[in-house]
């Protein structure tokens, strides 16, 4: 009997080491695993951050520069932060009257984006809900107007601008930015996402098409909207070369190209380059406010783009 | 309340056909059930009617009306679909009334009056304020149906409206939808791929195959006199058997001659043409049964699969080299691979040709004659 009792005895012994051993392994290899992939994450945002700051920096030193007296930068020590601030700020927006051309801005980027906003959405209802001959080829074709941006048609287009006698008006920096193949095809691509019992029971029922698109399928699109919206407006916030081929009177020019003329200020006398940034500073804000505020449904829409 | 007439009605989308020319007459009141496989037109037949298809060719009437090519919104129809389409933004009330407040036919009483009564039958009244995302998939569907309810139709089109739900939901809804049509009595035509709910749902159903009607019938006569293989074998879960058989004939006396038995079969119309030739003899699972010992009329066969459902226990066998099934009395004792003796009811056979699929002979035609003369394609 002793003999089975110290046999069992040993053996269980044995069978305890092995678990100890094997668990102590285990653990060994988990904490292993753990380090690797703290080490891997370390790495991956040691990278993120400096390719984040590699792309804020120029906005950092403008902004820096921004706040000194005459902003001329010749070694590291000139990006203190200065204390002029305000009085720059203040001179850019009011002394220089860089307001008018934010408003100016402001103005002819909201009329665009509401212009492509009734515009797109008409036609991708049309292209997506109604049956008519060669669909697809008149789909392509809007796609095709991709191929030839605002710059492209600058000679014609400043032709028929001028002749139409819209030269030199609010009209002729709106007007021609209306029609834009790339909101229709992301709407386009929304709107087939939503299911076609939900058309076909507003057929069945009697609803109209435009009732449809506004009780329905603008609702059912809000955050894309607001996503295309918000590329629309930097969009038409940013186009300087237009503006400054149509358009001559000084009060109605925009932000991008009064930036210039911000610099021809300063060129008078010394070249103040902390004016230039000043102003660069304040024509970013705005899609900046934007790109912060609505960032949620911006990659929702970017999402629906790439389907 | 209005009946519907299809003629000659043709539907194809790019060359492909969808529907191949079918009539159909659905009486004033009726409840309708249109099943069959996927691919086969049944969805397409109900898209006609609603008029969210256009057809090729033939005519549908409603009433006296014709009204081939005519918007759905002036049809007067009603459609529920399998995903609900209800409109997510919406609460369930506005999901309701915006149909009816789009078209501009009713007064705001009269609506109000309509989702009342709707939903109260519906058992919704406590859910309209709820968007359907806050609603399960029943009472997302009893929307649907509530707002199909209200514009009081002159028929109701649902197409597959029960498919999404679960086993037990779906049960329910069934009986729901079975009350309401007997409350409102009006014109229903309901798409289904599931047999149980056409046979249950339907006074009539609508058996339809390859974009061809195959037939129409009561959900029993369907089941008793099935006009064709297809339909023979579509209707009724497990399916029913198919042996290739010689129809032999000894007098007045005929028999079903296979490899391994001879089945007596009952005189009815179809045998004398039979006789001679080949022929697919059609059993149902629940014809056969294991007897107790071997007689004249029974057969010899292998048993290949048990399989116990609690009521009953589904064999699967063989005879020479045909496969078949069987529903056996529950706890018989028997293993796969054991022989059993078959007896077969020969009251319940069927003969299908096995070029056409066509039937030629139901063995219970000789216990009611008069039913053959009333089987035709329309209802």
Known sequence: ?307 | MTDVTLQDVRKEFDGVVAVKNIDLQIPDGAFVTVVGPSGCGKSTTLRLIAGLEQATEGTIQMGNQEVTGVEPKDRDVSMVFQNYALYPHMTARRNITFGMKSAGDFSDEEIDRQVEEATAVLDIDDLLDRKPGELSGGERQRVALGRALVRDPEVFLMDEPLSNLDAKLRIKMRAELAKLHSEFETTTIYVTHDQTEAMTLGDRVVVMNDGRIQQVDSPQRLYDYPETRFVAEFIGDPAMNMLSVDISRDGTEYEAVGPTFRIPLPEADGLETAAGAQALLGIRPESLSVADSADRSSFPAEVTVTEPLGDSLLLECRTGDQEFKLHAEPRTAVEPGDRVALTVETERLHLFDPQTGEAIYHAAAAQSPEVTSTVDSTI
Not at chain 1, 97 to 108: A, G, H, I, K
Not at chain 1, 188 to 213: N, W, Y
Not at chain 1, 283 to 299: G, K, M, N, S, W
Request: glycine share 6%.
């Open chain 1, 1 to 307: 009997m002793p003999t089975t009792e110290d046999n069992m005895l040993g053996s269980l012994l044995t069978a305890l080491t092995a678990a100890a051993e094997r668990s102590r392994s285990a653990g060994r290899t988990t904490s292993e695993r753990i380090r690797r992939f703290e080490t891997e994450q370390l790495t991956l945002h040691v990278l993120a951050a400096t390719v984040v700051f590699l792309i804020v920096l120029p906005v950092l030193i403008a902004a820096l520069v921004s706040t000194k007296r005459a902003g001329i930068v010749t070694s590291i020590g000139d990006l203190v932060p200065g204390g002029h601030a305000l009085s720059n700020y203040r001179r850019a927006l009011i002394g220089l009257e860089f307001w008018r051309f934010m408003l100016n801005s402001f103005v002819m980027s909201v009329a665009v984006v509401v212009g492509k906003l009734i515009v797109s959405l008409l036609a991708a209802l049309v292209i997506v809900y109604y049956r008519f001959p060669y669909k697809n080829a008149v789909f392509l074709f809007i796609l095709f107007t991709l191929l030839l941006p605002v710059p492209v048609r600058f000679v014609p287009l400043y032709r028929l601008t001028t002749e139409l006698g819209m030269g030199n008006t609010f009209f002729a920096i709106t007007v021609p930015y209306l029609a834009s193949a790339t909101t229709v095809f992301i709407l386009r691509q929304h709107f087939l996402s939503i299911p076609a019992s939900l058309v076909e029971t507003a057929k069945v029922d009697g609803v109209g098409p435009l009732r449809f698109l506004w009780s329905v399928l603008i609702p059912m699109s809000r955050a894309v909207l607001v996503g295309v919206s918000v590329i629309m407006f930097v969009y038409t916030w940013n186009q300087y070369l237009w503006p400054l081929v149509i358009i001559n009177a000084e009060s109605l020019q925009v932000a991008q190209v009064g930036l210039n003329l911000l610099r021809g200020q300063a060129s008078t006398g010394e070249v103040a380059w902390s004016m230039v940034m000043t102003g660069s500073i304040l024509t970013l804000l705005p899609p900046l406010a934007l790109l912060v505020l609505f960032r949620r449904q911006l990659l929702e829409t970017f999402t629906i783009q790439q389907k």
